[in-house]
């Protein structure tokens, strides 16, 4: 486990107005739950986060929105650090992420140290 990169997996998701049920909202915990444990179960999980839905996008030209980042009709929702130690190990485990079964994406990427 010493020679063991960290990837990120970010999350994106398309706006969806409509207020999922908490049969559903139970389901998809239950779903992250199980992907998340899976990871730290193998102590390859570094961190994780959710987004929220306020925020603010600043632009070159130091103006201001209030709102976040959406890119056609795409928004990231979140993000996964995980250790592996290739790229393809990530993507077979980033294969199960409950995102995609909401019509979401993963992308895969290594990170590197800022130092």
């Known amino acids: 486990m010493e020679n063991l990169k960290e990837f990120m997996l970010v999350f994106r998701m398309q706006p969806n107005n409509t207020q999922p ?11 992250w739950q199980k992907f998340i444990g899976a990871i730290a179960s193998q102590a390859k999980l570094v ?6 839905f306020d925020g603010a996008v600043i632009k070159s030209d130091q103006s201001t929105e209030n709102n976040f980042f959406v890119e ?3 928004f990231v929702s979140g993000n996964l650090t995980m250790k592996a130690e290739t790229m393809e190990e990530v993507i077979e485990t980033a294969k199960l992420c409950p ?3 909401a ?3 993963v992308e895969v990427r290594p990170t590197i140290t800022m130092s």
Request: proline content about 0%; cysteine-free; overall charge neutral.
């Open 21 to 31: 049920t908490s049969e559903q909202i139970a389901t998809m915990h239950q779903q």
């Open 47 to 52: 961190n994780v986060a959710r987004l929220g």
């Open 72 to 74: 056609s009709g795409v």
């Open 99 to 101: 995102v995609l079964f």
């Open 103 to 105: 019509g979401g994406t």
